[in-house]
């Protein structure tokens, strides 16, 4: 079955650590997303591929790092620099073009900074 | 750029009543406003969309209704079952652009 696969579900981090989160999709989309999620917040975009080895910064991308070398994988990495990384975050893929704005999402990683 | 606002953010209803969740988007451009459902500890789901050039669409047990005129859409509930119980997102995007989210709205169905 498609469908993007994020790992891993929990993860616990101490204060100064970098922590990197996996996203894999084989739905042959184009575009990849990093959002978080905290409460009352709804979903916040760090940051987005459109193609491979390119992607833009969204919102709040500020603390955060992205590589995008194959298109399957979209990994994000959670550095020391953001201030407040206990979050819920979720990958997503689309289409480009007319199907840019139809998400599919993974089932999400929660991190925790101890 | 746009910005969406949802509303209310905790909705209880009991089993077999109706729910509405309203949002309001600020950019008259914007074509496409879909809604999610996430149930929890898990990623949302598209659940129904609507495109600007119609005003009401209906799947089953939901539908969504786009006022073009007053830059509001609702999601529309029927029958509500325990299952319903979730978070459900809102957002709206311009062709080819990216998706903005409403807060979401926490709804609880009691059986």
């Known amino acids: 079955d498609g469908g993007i696969t994020q790992s891993p579900k929990y993860l616990f981090r101490k204060e100064g650590q970098n922590v990197t989160l996996s996203c894999e999709q084989n739905?042959?989309?184009?575009?990849m997303y990093w959002y978080r999620q905290d409460p009352g917040q709804g979903l916040r975009l760090i940051y987005y591929?459109?193609?491979?080895?390119?992607?833009q910064k969204g919102d709040i991308a500020e603390g955060y790092s992205v590589s995008r070398e194959k298109k399957e994988s979209f990994p994000l990495t959670v550095t020391s620099a953001q201030k407040n990384p206990t979050a819920f975050y979720l990958c997503?893929?689309?289409?480009?073009?007319?199907?840019?704005?139809?998400?599919?999402f993974g089932a999400g990683s929660r991190l925790t900074v101890l | 750029g746009e910005n969406v606002e949802q509303h209310p953010s905790t909705l209880s209803v009991q089993e077999g009543d109706s729910a509405v969740i309203k949002c309001t988007y600020s950019?008259?451009?914007?074509?496409?406003f879909p809604w999610y459902k996430q149930e929890l500890g898990k990623g949302p789901q598209l659940i129904i969309d609507?495109?600007?050039?119609?005003g009401e669409k209906k799947d089953q047990r939901i539908a969504v209704t786009l006022n073009k005129t007053a830059k509001h859409f609702s999601l529309h509930i029927t029958e509500t079952q325990p299952e319903d119980s979730a978070v459900y997102f809102c957002?709206?995007?311009?062709?080819?652009?990216?998706?903005?989210f409403g807060t979401g709205t926490r709804l609880l169905v009691s059986p």
């Open positions: 997503a893929s689309s289409f480009q073009g007319a199907g840019a704005n139809v998400l599919t």
């Open positions: 739905l042959n989309h184009d575009a």
């Open positions: 591929s459109q193609i491979v080895n390119d992607f």
């Open positions: 950019d008259s451009a914007s074509n496409y």
């Open positions: 609507i495109r600007s050039n119609v």
């Open positions: 957002a709206a995007s311009k062709s080819f652009q990216k998706l903005v």
